[in-house]
């Protein structure tokens, strides 16, 4: 429902309508000035919060237009009860909102026009198209966006003068500001046709995807990175930005969304954004070997029928959730895994994919986990709680916020030897259940008054003069972050600006690196390192909190699989209350794990584990463990991906020269045929026709 705020505006602008309605039969011109800014101010507000209050007066028939409409007509009710129904004001006021009405529709004909014109057929990043087409500079952004609610509102000058006239009997104000409405809202029309012809239209679908073509001849990738799904997916392709960018083969991002490519991460790589299935199957890939894909989905089809290429499942993770083991996983020519377990989990589902076809090439994204090496001196433990969120089903495995969450963090934050509690939920959480939400906000003010009353008690010292010079280095660092994404991104830009200018500045983008790994150490020296704290959005990032965590409680996901990268203690929900050794066979992570009840009467083994490295029952298991999910740590695994790249881009290789050696072999076999056997011609299909046969 958005904010209260939001609410309350909502509520506001509604009542308004029938005050307004009131005050033109009682008849009041104050209360109804009254009530009409009441309407004005909220329906402004809601727009420029962007709430979705205003989408959802539109389904019920209460939208924009309709508001304004009702608004002007309330006006000429008034006008006639005070008996002006007589008065050249009442018929110049029904004159200018038909001739205002008659100005929308060629207004929003050109902003439909201009905005259709200026989609491109192909979107691009770090593509170089601005030297091989010409694309035109966009309309003012103030002539565009919002252009409908600026439109309706240009009627404020009329309303404002219509109700002088009534209030002061003279009609000359009122004409006034209906002249300056007509006057602007003429204007606004005329300032949109100039971009509806001649330079100002960007080129058509044809030239544009020549210009494209032209380019993937010019830069000839080699292994393509291909991805499909709704804007809450953009993480399943940001987190395989960092090993494009280390491929030692030319690489090229293909997403097949709008919605994705804006919400796609900063990146050096050459991106395409080709929404249409038709435009995608006639693009010129023919110097690709290897496909990548990381979520399995209707699209991919579009790129798997492209036989010179050899296609690869990558996924987003690693765990034992069934997505991990699709059977549509069959259709790729490899299936690219961390470790054996990987490996083993297709073997036992039985889904078709063969173990010839599996390799296992670890884990790059990994890189950043630092291994452990015990709580510092004079520091004490730190625990992430990082649950999973609640599904797409009410499984109780699926996530441990609805019924061990709060059993997990009062334990944590009531222990002793103390330790710090960071609460990291999974950012879809509660997005589907009430239940579930209402758990994360129960867990959240847990976390909140354990960390003010650990700040009010003595025995924990704050070093106040460091924390704030913390602080500072941390504003400066995210306004200069925010000053080059604000010179560098396409905040402002439309979709063909953003594809003409879209080419990173790679010094600003490896500058915006820098500056963030000096923000997340600005950040965790910004408060106590004993300070509870409920960290949620994308900074600091999930491995961030693995880095200054010594141990993590979390549920079935990939968030465990990463975790074991780091060598420390972890804890696992039983929230299913499988039991533990049932629980140990149905999912492979958690087979070096502490394994919690609902109660987490067990976490007394976890933060034993921490506290006392040298008496970790379980230290050995998740050495071994974590080579069977993550594969050894020699060599490198961006070494081992890229080995597997340049292998399968062999393979791919290899069956084309086949294939066209094939071709070549059954053309000659064709014309010798045709050389041998006078009067007859040999079709394209191998047939003969007799010619002059009787």
Same mark, same amino acid.
């Given at each position: 429902?958005?904010?209260?705020?939001?609410?309350?505006?909502? =509520?506001?602008?509604?009542?308004?309508?029938?005050?307004?309605?009131?005050? &033109?039969? =009682?008849?009041? $011109?104050?209360?109804?000035?009254?009530?009409?800014? =009441?309407?004005?101010?909220?329906?402004?507000?809601?727009?420029?919060?962007?709430?979705?209050?205003?989408?959802?007066?539109?389904?019920?028939?209460?939208?924009?237009?309709?508001?304004?409409?009702?608004?002007?007509?309330?006006?000429?009710?008034?006008?006639?009860?005070?008996?002006?129904?007589?008065?050249?004001?009442?018929?110049?006021?029904?004159?200018?909102?038909?001739?205002?009405?008659?100005?929308?529709?060629?207004?929003?004909?050109?902003?439909?026009?201009?905005?259709?014109?200026?989609?491109?057929?192909?979107?691009?990043?770090?593509?170089?198209?601005?030297?091989?087409?010409?694309?035109?500079?966009?309309?003012?952004?103030?002539?565009?966006?919002?252009?409908?609610?600026?439109?309706?509102?240009?009627?404020?000058?009329?309303?404002?003068?219509?109700?002088?006239?009534?209030?002061?009997?003279?009609?000359?104000?009122?004409?006034?500001?209906?002249?300056?409405?007509?006057?602007?809202?003429?204007?606004?029309?005329?300032?949109?046709?100039?971009?509806?012809?001649?330079?100002?239209?960007?080129?058509?679908?044809?030239?544009?995807?020549?210009?494209?073509?032209?380019?993937?001849?010019?830069?000839?990738?080699?292994?393509?990175?291909?991805?499909?799904?709704?804007?809450?997916?953009?993480?399943?392709?940001?987190?395989?930005?960092?090993?494009?960018?280390?491929?030692?083969?030319?690489?090229?991002?293909?997403?097949?969304?709008?919605?994705?490519?804006?919400?796609?991460?900063?990146?050096?790589?050459?991106?395409?954004?080709?929404?249409?299935?038709?435009?995608?199957?006639?693009?010129?890939?023919?110097?690709?070997?290897?496909?990548?894909?990381?979520?399995?989905?209707?699209?991919?089809?579009?790129?798997?029928?492209?036989?010179?290429?050899?296609?690869?499942?990558?996924?987003?993770?690693?765990?034992?959730?069934?997505?991990?083991?699709?059977?549509?996983?069959?259709?790729?020519?490899?299936?690219?895994?961390?470790?054996?377990?990987?490996?083993?989990?297709?073997?036992?589902?039985?889904?078709?994919?063969?173990?010839?076809?599996? $390799?296992?090439?670890?884990?790059?994204?990994?890189?950043?986990?630092?291994?452990?090496?015990?709580?510092?001196?004079?520091?004490?433990?730190?625990?992430?709680? &990082?649950?999973?969120?609640?599904?797409?089903?009410?499984?109780?495995?699926?996530?441990?916020?609805?019924?061990?969450?709060?059993?997990? $963090?009062?334990?944590?934050?009531?222990?002793?030897?103390?330790?710090?509690?960071?609460?990291?939920?999974?950012?879809?959480?509660?997005?589907?259940?009430?239940?579930?939400?209402?758990?994360?906000?129960?867990?959240?003010?847990?976390?909140?008054?354990?960390?003010?009353?650990?700040?009010?008690?003595?025995?924990?010292?704050?070093?106040?003069?460091?924390?704030?010079?913390?602080?500072?280095?941390?504003?400066?660092?995210?306004?200069?972050?925010?000053?080059?994404?604000?010179?560098?991104?396409?905040?402002?830009?439309?979709?063909?600006?953003?594809?003409?200018?879209?080419?990173?500045?790679?010094?600003?983008?490896?500058?915006?690196?820098?500056?963030?790994?000096?923000?997340?150490?600005?950040?965790?020296?910004?408060?106590?390192?004993?300070?509870?704290?409920?960290?949620?959005?994308?900074?600091?990032?999930?491995?961030?909190?693995?880095?200054?965590?010594?141990?993590?409680?979390?549920?079935?996901?990939?968030?465990?699989?990463?975790?074991?990268?780091?060598?420390?203690?972890?804890?696992?929900?039983?929230?299913?209350?499988?039991?533990?050794?049932?629980?140990?066979?149905?999912?492979?992570?958690?087979?070096? &794990?502490?394994?919690?009840?609902?109660?987490?009467?067990?976490?007394?083994?976890?933060?034993?584990?921490?506290?006392?490295?040298?008496?970790?029952?379980?230290?050995?298991?998740?050495?071994?463990?974590?080579?069977?999910?993550?594969?050894?740590?020699?060599?490198?695994?961006?070494?081992?991906?890229?080995?597997?790249? &340049?292998?399968?881009?062999?393979?791919?290789?290899?069956?084309? =020269?086949?294939?066209?050696?094939?071709?070549?072999?059954?053309?000659?076999?064709?014309?010798?045929?045709?050389?041998?056997?006078?009067?007859?011609?040999?079709?394209?299909?191998?047939?003969?026709?007799?010619?002059?046969?009787?």
């Amino acid at each position: 429902m958005g904010s209260a705020a939001e609410l309350a505006a909502a =509520v506001l602008m509604v009542a308004g309508f029938p005050a307004l309605m009131l005050a &033109a039969l =009682v008849p009041s $011109v104050p209360a109804f000035a009254a009530a009409a800014a =009441v309407t004005y101010l909220a329906d402004h507000y809601l727009h420029r919060k962007g709430s979705y209050l205003i989408n959802r007066l539109g389904k019920v028939r209460a939208g924009l237009s309709i508001r304004f409409l009702i608004r002007q007509l309330l006006l000429v009710l008034l006008l006639a009860r005070l008996s002006l129904a007589d008065n050249l004001i009442y018929y110049g006021a029904i004159a200018c909102f038909i001739a205002f009405y008659g100005l929308q529709a060629p207004h929003g004909a050109l902003v439909q026009l201009i905005r259709n014109r200026r989609r491109m057929p192909v979107a691009t990043r770090n593509v170089d198209l601005k030297s091989r087409i010409r694309i035109p500079d966009a309309p003012p952004r103030r002539l565009l966006h919002r252009s409908a609610e600026k439109m309706l509102h240009l009627d404020l000058f009329a309303v404002v003068g219509i109700l002088l006239a009534a209030q002061v009997k003279s009609a000359l104000v009122g004409f006034v500001g209906i002249g300056i409405t007509v006057a602007v809202a003429t204007l606004y029309v005329v300032a949109l046709m100039p971009y509806v012809r001649g330079r100002k239209i960007p080129p058509n679908a044809e030239r544009v995807l020549a210009a494209v073509d032209d380019w993937l001849g010019e830069y000839k990738p080699e292994t393509v990175l291909y991805f499909s799904g709704s804007k809450d997916s953009a993480y399943q392709v940001n987190m395989w930005l960092d090993t494009m960018e280390n491929l030692d083969s030319k690489p090229l991002i293909i997403l097949r969304e709008r919605a994705i490519l804006n919400n796609l991460a900063p990146t050096t790589v050459p991106v395409i954004c080709v929404p249409g299935g038709v435009h995608l199957m006639n693009m010129d890939l023919s110097t690709v070997r290897v496909a990548l894909y990381a979520a399995n989905v209707g699209k991919n089809i579009h790129m798997l029928r492209v036989p010179t290429i050899k296609h690869v499942f990558i996924g987003h993770g690693d765990s034992d959730k069934l997505a991990s083991v699709n059977p549509f996983s069959k259709v790729y020519d490899e299936v690219w895994t961390a470790g054996r377990a990987g490996r083993d989990r297709y073997a036992i589902a039985d889904v078709g994919v063969r173990d010839d076809d599996i $390799v296992e090439v670890g884990r790059p994204q990994l890189a950043p986990i630092q291994t452990w090496q015990g709580v510092p001196e004079g520091r004490i433990p730190t625990v992430l709680y &990082a649950p999973t969120w609640e599904g797409w089903d009410d499984n109780p495995g699926n996530t441990s916020i609805l019924l061990a969450g709060e059993n997990i $963090v009062r334990r944590l934050i009531t222990a002793d030897p103390p330790v710090r509690v960071l609460y990291k939920p999974h950012p879809f959480t509660g997005t589907r259940s009430k239940e579930a939400k209402a758990a994360h906000q129960r867990i959240t003010a847990l976390v909140q008054k354990a960390a003010a009353e650990r700040a009010a008690d003595p025995r924990f010292a704050t070093d106040s003069a460091a924390q704030a010079q913390a602080k500072a280095e941390l504003a400066r660092i995210e306004a200069r972050i925010a000053q080059l994404a604000g010179t560098g991104g396409d905040k402002g830009r439309d979709e063909a600006e953003a594809t003409r200018d879209g080419q990173v500045d790679v010094a600003r983008h490896e500058e915006v690196a820098r500056l963030r790994a000096e923000r997340n150490d600005a950040y965790w020296r910004s408060f106590p390192t004993w300070e509870h704290r409920v960290i949620t959005g994308s900074e600091p990032r999930l491995y961030d909190c693995f880095n200054v965590s010594d141990a993590m409680v979390s549920d079935i996901s990939s968030v465990v699989s990463d975790f074991i990268a780091s060598g420390k203690p972890y804890a696992v929900t039983d929230s299913a209350e499988l039991g533990a050794e049932e629980f140990k066979r149905n999912n492979t992570a958690v087979r070096a &794990a502490v394994i919690l009840s609902n109660s987490a009467a067990e976490l007394g083994e976890l933060l034993g584990a921490v506290r006392d490295p040298a008496a970790d029952p379980l230290a050995e298991d998740r050495k071994e463990l974590k080579q069977y999910l993550l594969g050894p740590d020699e060599p490198a695994s961006i070494d081992q991906f890229n080995t597997a790249v &340049a292998n399968l881009a062999i393979k791919a290789e290899t069956r084309n =020269v086949g294939q066209e050696s094939r071709i070549a072999a059954a053309t000659a076999d064709a014309e010798e045929l045709a050389n041998a056997v006078p009067g007859q011609r040999v079709s394209s299909a191998g047939d003969t026709d007799g010619v002059g046969a009787g």
